[in-house]
């Protein structure tokens, strides 16, 4: 493993050594800058970009402004490009142009602590996917009984639901609790209100870099290419809203109040060394979503709850996503397989990423087993979130003494706005 003259970069844990350049959007004095990160730097691009220092090939500037857009619609050749310049510099024997210059290095790489993360993408288009096994089992079991816990469609495709890019959001932006009309168990009619029942969902979403065109199928292998690199992902979901809406177009309003998003989109290129194969198919896929080379990623995931008025956090869930069924590569061919067409920065949801043990169940449906059995965190229940509860998650793959992480993603619950009933929504 390449070494890195900045120390921070090679210190043990770190999410942000050499090998992982994650790339993001910070907010600056003039607005918003493409930015990089290793160990506890920023690496500012668009300063870099002037400098003369890297160069995306692109024919002119793309990082001086508020998303990573215009740089990855240049394709896999800027991709590699951009790694190559950033390694160069960075790396102990690499070129010396910003470590011998004092002024220059204050200014390209401010401490990453304190620095202002804006949303990394323009989001093109969000689907969400439902594309772990044990998810989909415990959900559906908790809904329909263990009996018809997997609708028979589940073991022959990804399946998912187009969800809003309007509220997709960066890490630390609040989330309201949302309000809608849902059933009361053991009700008959339905009522109007904030939801009694929020929870999260820890997933990964993957950013798409090249584009499809209508009409035009992709094949697993044309899809992995697509990729460009991985987020965290927080699904947050209202369950009484979402199981009275959901027959029989699927979730609406139960999903669309709020999807969180880690600020560091992390690289396929620094993901390559963590690839691995999923599980085994329970029945043969079709040919179309045949994977003949690793696509899953081991990447170990955590949530965390810090309740309202606490100043400590529980971690909760531990899982990984090699417990997803169907890769991102999977689920973005399954998406364009009837030829609709794919954007560049197009958002991909896993799904909620649950394993086989119960501490690796991805959300508080799954922990409480529907809300049956409570939780216990800080001396305190918990069925769902409360307002003023915040949910963190985080990410790293780690293997051979190397690590890529994350960073992570956060949101907190604030309470319902007044709603056209009249009155607070508390």
């Known amino acids: 493993m390449e070494a890195s003259w900045i120390d921070s970069a090679e210190a043990p ?7 992982n350049l994650p790339l993001g959007v910070m907010r600056t004095g003039r607005g918003a800058a493409c930015v990089s990160a290793i160990g506890d730097r920023i690496v500012d691009l668009a300063l870099l970009e ?7 090939g692109g024919g002119g500037p793309v990082f001086d402004g508020p998303a990573l857009n215009d740089f990855i619609a240049l394709g896999p050749p800027a991709w590699e490009r951009l790694r190559a310049q950033l390694t160069g510099l960075l790396a102990a024997a690499g070129r010396p142009a910003l470590r011998d210059d004092p002024d220059l290095r204050r200014r390209a790489l401010p401490p990453l602590a304190g620095a202002t993360m804006l949303m990394p993408v323009r989001v093109a288009g969000y689907t969400d996917f439902n594309g772990a096994r044990q998810h989909a089992f415990n959900a559906g079991s908790i809904l329909r009984g263990p009996d018809r816990a997997l609708p028979a469609n589940w073991l022959h495709m990804p399946i998912a639901y187009n969800g809003r890019v309007s509220t997709v959001c960066v890490s ?8 809608g009309q849902f059933l009361p168990q053991g009700g008959e009619r339905p009522v109007f209100g904030p939801s009694r029942r929020l929870d999260f969902e820890l997933e990964l979403g993957t950013i798409l870099g ?10 697993v292998a044309e899809a992995d290419a697509m990729i460009f690199g991985h ?36 690289t396929r290129a620094a993901l390559e060394p963590f690839r691995i194969r999923g599980p085994e198919p329970e029945l043969p896929l079709l040919p179309y979503l045949h994977a003949t080379a690793p696509l899953h990623h081991d990447i170990a995931l955590e949530a965390a709850l810090v309740t309202a008025g606490a100043a400590d956090e529980a971690v909760i869930v531990r899982t990984n996503t090699r417990h997803l069924y169907y890769a991102p590569a999977q689920m973005l061919a399954q998406h364009a397989i009837g030829g609709c067409r794919m954007d560049v920065c197009d958002l991909i949801g896993s799904g909620t990423v649950s394993g086989p043990d119960p501490s690796s169940w991805a959300c ?29 998650i985080r990410g790293a793959a780690t293997r051979d003494g190397r690590r890529i992480g994350f960073g992570e993603c956060r949101g907190t619950i604030l309470p319902a706005p007044p709603h056209p009933a009249g009155g607070a929504g508390g």
């Open 13 to 19: 844990g770190t999410d942000f050594p050499l090998a």
């Open 50 to 56: 002037r400098a003369g220092l890297v160069d995306a």
């Open 172 to 179: 630390g932006t609040p989330i309201r609790r949302p309000l």
């Open 210 to 219: 090249v584009p499809s065109r209508m009409g035009e199928p992709l094949s």
């Open 231 to 266: 987020v965290l992902l927080n699904d947050w979901s209202a369950r009484d809203i979402q199981a009275w809406e959901t027959v029989p177009l699927g979730p609406f309003l139960g999903k669309a109040f709020g999807t969180s998003i880690s600020p560091w989109v992390v």
């Open 364 to 392: 508080l449906l799954e922990i409480t087993r529907g809300g049956r059995e409570a939780l216990q965190v800080a001396g305190l229940r918990r069925t769902y979130l409360e307002d003023g509860d915040t949910v963190v």
